[in-house]
RNA sequence: GGUCCCAUCGUCUAGCCCGGUUAGGACACCGGCCUCUCACGUCGGCGGCAGGGGUUCAAAUCCCCUUGGGACCGCCA
């Protein structure tokens, strides 16, 4: 049975890179009926925080991927990784070594001065002898003869001269493992047969299958997913701005929007740009993960997102729309919300809304009156010649009980006609008076749903701003 | 510096494995239509095989080189 797993270091927010990788191990365990697991590397302890975890978590549960083990956390699993150094040791295959930090540090910048590779020269090897006060490290003895052959499943074969690697550090001074070490135990001991991961991953795949071999475990199939870049084409990180997966969903951004978009981001199906779940499920294969980089286009989310949102549920729209009225002002927090009445809001607007903050500062005008008129719609539109219009259309307005789209459409359509003018010459002023602003959703819409007094009221008061101008 | 990876419109990509396409789609951009504004929708346009050598009747596709970009070379992951 297929296994995978996300492995994330909890040294931050789960970002656009990760996410994507826990997307296709996702969808690849999700396609092969087989496992997906969490597993939190947190070996740096330093660096690695509860609060970080936390986030992570709230992050893939957004984006729809649920684990089926986990989240298991190394440091729950430190006697494991001693055993297992433990063994290397006795079996000679890894060894201690005494050298120090700045030691090492020092021979490293002299290499790269002197042009060569700055790689440990295993002098420790045959060594026994312990320094006093010094707390050694474990290093894995490395074959530099031959070459290592990685099959890769995205990138194909990929060989490596074994002269390029050094007797890396297994365990640290401190008695913890590294990353390369556990790793390799972690995938081994939990059966992961597919390992997934960003192609930043590729140069350390040599050095994990030795150990894999010292340890006398199977190598997993490995498959490098090229990296997500910025749009100077380095690397995709902070400084290119959010990046976090959370501040997505804090800018209006919908789950299946982002989801699709990162899916899109080096793999494809043909020409098909939008895909359900289920479709991704069906679909996915590391096959049509492409070799080469991507650049992280923000445009084509935000069109995506749009898409999403024209095409979402109404209900669903309204419920996640809530937050971001209150953070507009335009509601209180906790504060009862008619329901029924924000989706028809929600439904004038989903067609032009590309996020749901976007939304949520177009839906201002339904919840209170214009604060000031657009200048340029006050001056071409709230003239002296339209107030006879407006007068006339306060009064049918008054008349109604049926406050319908249709029935204020044919109320507009009796003002046209007796002045035998075309709808634009009073859609426009009524929209400046209801809304402040030269652009809204449909003018039939927007009086039906802000309600009879709301419209009246505001229309009132434009034609007071209108009688008030000096040219009136 | 060494090793490894990558290279089709500005961007995401199909096509490449199994040579013969007017090199297709999408985002963005521009224009038309629709229309009460905006948006949606729709129709059209702009725009690409990094360069050079081979192989071949024929190369985006196969091979080599160059160039360009990226990653790694940590007691980070």
Redesign the pocket.
Known sequence: MVKVRF???P?GYLHLGGARTAIFNWLFARHNKGRFILRI????R???TEDSIQEILEALVWLGLNWDEGPYR?TERMEIYKKEAQRLLEEKKAYY?????QE??ER?KKA?EG??????DGRCRGKTGAREG????IRLKVDQEGETVIH?L????????N??L?D??LV???G?????F??VVDDALMGITHVIR???????TPKQIQLYRALGYEPPQFA?V??I?G?????LSKRHGATSVLAYREEGYLPEALFNFLV??????????IFSKEELIRYFSLE?V????????P??????N??YI?TGETERLAKLLVPFLAREGLIREGAETDMGWLCRVVDTLK???KTLKEMAQMAAFYFREPREYDPKGDRKFLKPQVLPYLEALVQELEKLDDFSEEEI?RTFNRVLERFGI???H???P??VALTG?????????IVSVMGKEAAISRLDKAIKHIKAKPEA
């Open positions: 492995a994330p270091s040294t590397e947190d070996t740096d330093s660096r690695s190394q070594c005494y050298c120090t930090p090492l540090e490293r790269l042009g060569r590779m700055p790689q440990y010094i707390n050694p490290v890769d995205i990138k194909g074969e990929v060989v490596y001269p002269s390029q050094d890396f550090i640290r001074s401190d913890t493992p590294t990353y390369n556990v790793v960003g192609d930043d991953h590729l140069n350390n490098h090229p990296m870049l749009p100077d084409r380095a690397r899109r981001l080096g793999w494809s199906h043909g020409d098909q740009e049509n492409g070799k080469s980089p991507a650049v992280y286009n445009d084509k989310l935000l069109w995506l749009a898409h024209k067609e032009r809304s459409e075309k709808l634009k009073l859609a426009q009524c929209r602003k030269t652009v809204s959703p449909g003018i039939f819409e």
